[in-house]
């Protein structure tokens, strides 16, 4: 006759994982880690623009020394963006990349010709990804945002719709400045002009922001 065994056996509910959910930090904190590298590579350009440094037997002017300045800072604080909160986004990830990626060719051939394309990517890569989800029925910047602005489906779809071509526009904007224009005015560009643009973009979708906006036991339809 065999014993049974009194080991308890453990239930499928308790080898089930349960999310983490993502730590939140000082807002103030947080803008910091994500705009405090462009202000500091603005400062840095501004800084080091008129000079030319020889470094292994080639000149590097203060563009090529400013985003290599840039690459790592921005590594650094995504790391620690993601050691405080235990998340990063789809989109902090990608632009991580593309930054390391193209600041990292920039530097190596001495040509800030990729630095200056990789805003225009970043934007055909967030549009193409917000295109595709609007051709499947789905708005992928909810999934992005929506702890942030609790809106209805039909207000992630208008937003998700003007932010897309939103996105294609100021990539293709991006590809007039840096292509017809001095480094220097492509510079302010890239440190405040799309930043503000994309601001402004936000604060004039208020009212859908306000018509659609999900109240307490309201889930469908436009708010009245």
């Not at 400013?66 to 990830?93: E, N, R, V, Y």
């Not at 209805?152 to 998700?160: A, D, P």
């Amino acid at each position: 006759m065999t014993q049974e065994s009194h080991v308890p056996q453990q239930t499928k509910a308790d080898t089930t994982k349960t999310p983490k959910e993502p730590r939140k930090i000082h807002p103030m904190l947080k803008l910091g880690l994500e705009i405090g590298p462009v202000i500091l590579f603005f400062i840095a350009y501004i800084k080091l623009k008129d000079q030319t440094f020889a470094l292994n037997g080639r000149d590097y002017d203060g563009f090529i020394l400013a985003t290599a300045g840039f690459i790592p800072l921005i590594l650094i604080c995504t790391a620690i963006l993601w050691k405080l909160t235990g998340k990063l986004s789809k989109m902090q990830i990608v632009t991580a990349v593309l930054i390391t990626v193209f600041g990292g060719l920039s530097v190596w051939l001495n040509d800030d010709r990729f630095f200056k394309m990789k805003p225009t990517l970043i934007y055909l890569i967030f549009g193409g990804a917000l295109g595709l989800g609007l051709l499947r029925g789905e708005s992928w910047l909810q999934s992005v945002m929506g702890d942030v602005m609790p809106l209805k489906h039909e207000g992630w779809m208008i937003i998700t719709r003007r932010l897309c071509a939103f996105f294609f526009g100021l990539a293709v904007l991006n590809e007039v400045i840096w292509r017809t224009q001095s480094t220097d005015i492509w510079v302010y560009f890239k440190t405040f002009g799309l930043t503000a643009a994309i601001f402004v973009f936000f604060m004039t979708q208020s009212k859908v922001l306000n018509a659609y906006a999900i109240e307490d036991g309201d889930t469908d339809g436009p708010a009245n």
